[in-house]
């Protein structure tokens, strides 16, 4: 098709035509942001996290007035949240994946060092606590029974235990030891020396500290922690069907043994896990509404531009018809013309969405839009403006020649 007399036509309608580009630019550079940034979101929220969630439910609880022996009250709870029908493992512990609250120290490779390689969270564990996380060990052991400290022991006044082995995640590893295994390697936890003697696929950091690459920078020491100290239980149910009823009697029971603590919360992990990525839900369904909400003005706009084309150029069309032009032609004279418009604003939106990935890389620490982005929302546009122009080209392709003629 001749394209000449489309641009004759727009030339005579600047305005109108500069708008629908404007539009649609505008559309193009935050829809594909927004696109990116959805995916973004979405692939945060799937994370895998290492731990059997839908197995696990916490308590949380304190104690009121005069401490009791913390060592002590942990061990009888223990005790008896373990014998509890349903319970395949309990733990008392310091943080926990998605409670915010962490423990966290520096690593280095040396003594020497003075910057730091990274920042790893500290899970201090009992002998059932990677039973009661479901941890996937890929390398390694796990702890043997004379590794245990109690936190007493290293909380006494001037005392120089500390754990001196480990457990730690495979991306920890990775960073620390690349391209080999670490498994009885060394590193420095702050300024004590921990040997590492397992590797762990996942176990992701209470919180999003340091950022999304030091996701599952965590290390299991092997501490005893009193529940006065932890403030949490961790129970694994055999059966997550289960979860509800088995909740329900540990916090009875645990109130039975001392009715002078507070049990302040208790959560299923998943219902935990929901609450961490909520802000992320919100964000995910908000940009989604933004780009619908443009691409349904963005299609309104091409609609009733077209409409007044249409309109506008009733007796043009009838002398095209009058001369020989088929339907199929006048059809495709608005579909050309609309991709032409729709063309020339994709151009505009790719150099402004990339503009605009610059600046939230600049001021937001985000990645780089992928350049696949680009070519899928420029498709994605012309199709929306082929379907949207669709409608007024149909209306002005079956105008008839003899009363197009006669229009003013």
Same mark, same amino acid.
């Given at each position: 098709m001749d394209i000449r007399p489309i641009l004759s036509a727009l030339r005579r309608h600047k305005t109108a035509a500069a708008?629908?580009?404007?539009?649609?630019?505008?559309?193009?550079?935050?829809?594909?942001?927004?696109?990116f940034l959805i995916s973004g979101r979405l692939e945060r929220m799937d994370r895998p996290s290492g731990i059997a969630e839908n197995e696990i439910v916490r308590i949380q609880l304190t104690g009121i007035g005069t401490s009791d022996n913390g060592e002590a009250l942990t061990r009888t709870d223990l005790a008896a949240l373990r014998s509890l029908p349903g319970v395949k493992a309990a733990s008392s512990v310091n943080a926990m994946p998605y409670g915010n609250s962490s423990w966290n120290?520096?690593?280095m490779l040396t003594s020497e060092q003075t910057v730091p390689t990274l920042e790893t969270t500290l899970y201090f564990a009992d002998d059932q606590l990677t039973d009661t996380l479901g941890l996937n060990l890929i390398a390694g052991r796990g702890f043997k029974p004379d590794e245990f400290l109690e936190w007493s022991v290293i909380t006494a006044p001037n005392s120089k235990a500390h754990a001196s082995v480990g457990i730690i995640t495979r991306s920890m590893a990775e960073k620390l030891f690349p391209g080999q295994s670490a498994v009885g390697k060394t590193f420095h936890a702050g300024d004590d020396?921990?040997?590492v003697v397992g590797v762990v696929d996942h176990l992701v950091r209470p919180n999003e500290q340091d950022g999304q690459t030091a996701h599952e920078y965590a290390t299991v020491l092997p501490l005893r922690m009193p529940y006065d100290r932890s403030g949490?239980? =961790? $129970?694994? &149910?055999?059966?997550?069907?289960?979860?509800?009823?088995?909740?329900?009697?540990a916090v009875a029971t645990l109130e039975r043994i001392n009715p002078r603590r507070i049990i302040t919360d208790q959560k299923t992990l998943e219902e935990m896990r929901a609450t961490y990525y909520q802000q992320d839900r919100s964000m995910?369904?908000?940009?989604?509404?933004?780009c619908?909400? =443009? $691409?349904? &003005?963005?299609?309104?706009?091409?609609?009733?531009?077209?409409?007044f084309w249409v309109q506008q150029r009733t007796k043009q069309i009838g002398i095209r018809r009058a001369l020989g032009a088929t339907r199929g032609q006048v059809l495709r004279y608005f579909q050309t013309e609309n991709f032409l418009l729709a063309t020339l604003g994709i151009v505009?939106?790719?150099?402004?969405?990339y503009g605009i990935n610059q600046l939230l890389m600049q001021h937001y620490e985000l990645p780089r839009l992928p350049a696949i982005y680009l070519p899928v929302g420029a498709v994605a546009l012309w199709l929306l403006g082929q379907l949207a122009v669709f409608g007024p080209a149909r209306r002005a392709a079956a105008v008839p020649p003899a009363v197009a003629t006669r229009s003013i």
């Open positions: 708008l629908i580009v404007l539009e649609i630019a505008l559309s193009c550079a935050i829809i594909c942001n927004a696109v120290t520096s690593v020396p921990v040997r949490n239980y =961790l $129970l694994r &149910v055999s059966d997550p069907a289960r979860r509800a009823e088995v909740l329900k009697a995910a369904w908000l940009l989604i509404a933004v619908v909400s =443009l $691409l349904v &003005v963005t299609a309104l706009g091409i609609v009733g531009l077209a409409s505009i939106g790719m150099l402004m969405a």
